[in-house]
């Protein structure tokens, strides 16, 4: 069975503090590995990860995939509070399907002004 | 920016009554999706349709459950009698390579 593992499940952090957030993954068949930011409703896309060891970058948020290890890192330096947010790590396990995703369950994390 | 749209944001229902729940996917893309989240819990993959047929299903989309795409543009997502476990918000997704989501539909069956 797929299992994806979201580290830590909640963090409470300050404006201006430094964040990484973890995620792990057994599954079959995969792909890539995406991470998404889930505010009041939708996830929205913010990485698609498919090689180990590059790191995408988009503003203060970064991350990188390490295949040999199953695991991925997000980090967001100099958090605002428009951060706050639950973070999904998701792989696409492929398949039949380039989409089918296996989510985590999260890591909510709260900025403080 | 292109968008996935979903149809109602919110409906309510009597269980055993059947609803269909409607997506605008993004208009070059292939790949279409449903997911679930039940409140509290993961984002689940529910079904994958390509090339007008459904290309791959989990567990939990079982023969209450099917999608249909009625014309160029819209994807449906049809329960034929609720229970009371399918109150959960589903999410529409559409790809090329990555998956966008829609703002998600707030199923409540009571």
């Known amino acids: 069975e797929d299992k994806v593992v979201q580290s830590p499940l909640s963090l409470v952090v300050h404006e201006g503090d430094t964040v990484t957030l973890n995620c792990s993954y057994e599954?079959?068949?995969?792909?890539?590995l995406l991470w998404y930011k889930q505010e009041k409703k939708a996830p929205t896309f913010l990485f698609m990860l498919?090689?180990?060891?590059i790191e995408k970058k988009s503003g203060r948020l970064s991350s990188i995939l390490d295949k040999k290890e199953l695991s991925s890192i997000l980090n967001i330096t100099a958090t605002q509070t428009g951060d706050s947010a639950i973070y999904l790590c998701?792989?696409?396990?492929?398949?039949?399907?380039?989409?089918?995703?296996?989510f985590g369950q999260g890591t909510i994390l709260t900025v403080h002004p | 920016e292109p968008e996935v749209t979903q149809t109602p944001s919110h409906q309510v229902t009597q269980m055993g009554q059947e609803v269909i729940l409607r997506c605008v996917p993004i208009?070059?893309?292939?790949?279409f999706y449903w997911y679930r989240q039940i409140l509290g819990q993961k984002v689940e993959f529910l079904v994958s349709?390509?090339?007008?047929?459904?290309?791959?299903k989990s567990e939990i989309f079982d023969d209450q459950f099917s999608v249909e795409r009625p014309d160029g543009s819209n994807f449906t997502l049809k329960i034929r009698s609720t229970k009371l476990e399918d109150s959960a918000m589903y999410f529409c997704?559409?790809?090329?390579?990555?998956?966008?989501f829609g703002q998600g539909t707030r199923l409540t069956v009571v």
């Open positions: 599954v079959t068949n995969f792909r890539s």
């Open positions: 498919t090689s180990s060891g």
């Open positions: 998701a792989p696409n396990a492929g398949g039949t399907s380039y989409g089918k995703l296996t």
């Open positions: 349709f390509y090339n007008n047929e459904i290309s791959e």
């Open positions: 997704a559409s790809s090329a390579l990555e998956a966008f």
């Open positions: 208009s070059n893309h292939l790949y």
